[in-house]
Nanobody
Framework: QVQLVESGGGSVQAGGTLRLSCVVS????????MGWFRQVPGKTREGVAA???????TYADSVKGRFAIYRGSSKSTLFLEMNSLKSEDSAMYYC?????????????????????WGQGTQVTVSS
């Protein structure tokens, strides 16, 4: 059973930086596709960033140039480096994993493609 546990959320002022971590365990074969999503109460969950098996990253337009997704050297930890944070980045951030994503969706960040989810970590950015 694949398990994902996020950490690193917190409160920060606008313009600040946070790094989220997601530890993946319980897998025999490493999930190739991993991503970060975020959700604000009352709104649908939004794809933020995703990474594939060859470390190619995809970003939502709203975070391009500010956020970076990458895996640790052991490939068991996923990170989201968030710079120049804005108040609109405030949300619950979720880590997600998938063993396969259809090729047509690999340049997108589609919630229904991911089958394993963490519990989330809250990010609050004050202006």
């Amino acid at each position: 059973q694949v398990q994902l546990v996020e950490s690193g959320g917190g409160s920060v002022q606008a313009g600040g930086t946070l790094r989220l971590s997601c530890v993946v365990s319980g897998w025999t074969n490493r999930p190739l596709f991993m991503g970060w999503f975020r959700q604000v109460p009352g709104k649908t969950r939004e794809g933020v960033a995703a990474i594939d098996g060859v470390e190619t990253a995809t970003y939502a337009d709203s975070v391009k140039g500010r956020f970076a997704i990458y895996r640790g050297s052991s490939k068991s930890t996923l990170f989201l480096e968030m710079n120049s944070l804005k108040s609109e980045d405030s949300a619950m951030y979720y880590c997600a994993a998938a063993f396969f994503i259809p090729p047509g969706n690999r340049k997108r960040i589609v919630e229904s493609d991911f089958h394993y989810w963490g519990q989330g970590t809250q990010v609050t950015v004050s202006s």
